[in-house]
């Protein structure tokens, strides 16, 4: 064991200090000593080479965020839900492929990060999670999003890019309370008509997917502020994009659009037009002043627009 890792658990113990680092320190296994710091509220072991968290981490009662990431866990061990006081939890990038369905015991969860795993569905009771307001979780092999995700009625921001999805349930409109949601990377050819009934999205998502339109749904989210687009194959931007009069950020790069709807002009708060890798009829310098969108604009209007 480090000699470096004793040292600053003896000192945490000696300091009464609540918060601990011991990330990238190549460990495959988890000290003993570092159990008996009853008193942590924060532990950070991301970055090593665990394949077993021990049981004894349950002897870590007041841990509010615990960090797992980028380790080579295969599970979590049912008796994790005894962490009654867990707010945060980062398991990404290590080798999950099922939930232990006692994760649902931790009431006072708010984020809970599974990024980069292998999971392909989820707790059937994860909805019992009714505090949880950050879910990630991108690169798994979900083929469809999990059902039982739309009644996390607290949940603000979703994160599912990365997986191979056929589809978005169509309740998806139970999720009143979203405000961020990214399906980007996940090769949907179509949205539910139910996107369109989440009140307070105001980031979306949808780049590197295969869709040949923009969703008639997209046009309906009128607190939507920034919206990727990019990578698809899509061919029209059309004129009803006016109707999201809060959008800041508008991503088209990378797709087959050879002309531009005149309604474009009606975006008052726009920042940032992206626009490259498409047959638009506009100059490549004239496109990279992508932090300009009236330069864009205005020189589409007068050069190209019939």
Avoid at 256 to 261: C, D, G, S
């Amino acid at each position: 064991m480090h000699k470096e890792i004793l040292t600053l658990i003896q000192q945490v113990a000696k300091t009464g200090e609540t918060d601990l680092d011991i990330s990238e320190y190549g460990l495959t296994k988890l000290p003993d000593a570092l159990f008996e710091l009853s008193h942590l509220e924060c532990l950070s072991i991301n970055d090593n080479q665990i394949t077993v968290l021990p049981t004894e981490i349950t002897k870590l009662s007041k841990l509010k965020n615990l960090d797992l990431s980028d380790n080579q866990l295969l599970t979590l061990p049912p008796e994790i839900a005894k962490l009654s006081e867990l707010e945060t939890l980062y398991v990404e990038n290590n080798n999950l492929a099922m939930l232990s369905p006692s994760i649902i015991k931790l009431s006072k969860l708010r984020t809970l990060n599974l990024s980069g795993n292998q999971l392909i569905v989820l707790p059937a009771k994860i909805s019992q999670l009714t505090k949880l307001k950050e879910l990630d979780l991108s690169d798994n092999r979900f083929i469809s999003m999990p059902p039982e995700i739309v009644e996390l009625s607290q949940l603000r921001s979703l994160d599912l890019s990365g997986n191979p999805l056929i589809n978005i349930v169509n309740n998806i409109f139970l999720m009143t309370r979203l405000k961020t949601l990214n399906l980007s990377n996940a090769k949907l050819t179509t949205l539910p008509e139910g996107l369109s009934q989440l009140p307070k999205l105001r980031e979306l998502d949808l780049s590197a997917n295969l869709l040949t339109k923009v969703p008639s749904a997209v046009f309906d989210l009128h607190k939507l502020r920034e919206l990727n687009l990019n990578e698809n194959k899509i061919e029209i931007l059309p004129s009803e994009i006016s109707q999201l009069d809060e959008l800041e950020w508008l991503d088209f790069r990378d797709n087959k659009l050879t002309n531009l709807p005149s309604t474009i002009s009606e975006l008052p708060n726009l920042d940032w037009l992206l626009l490259e890798n498409n047959p638009l009829p506009i100059p490549q310098n004239i496109l990279e002043e992508a932090d300009d969108p009236e330069t864009i604009i205005d020189y589409y209007i007068k050069h190209c627009s019939e």
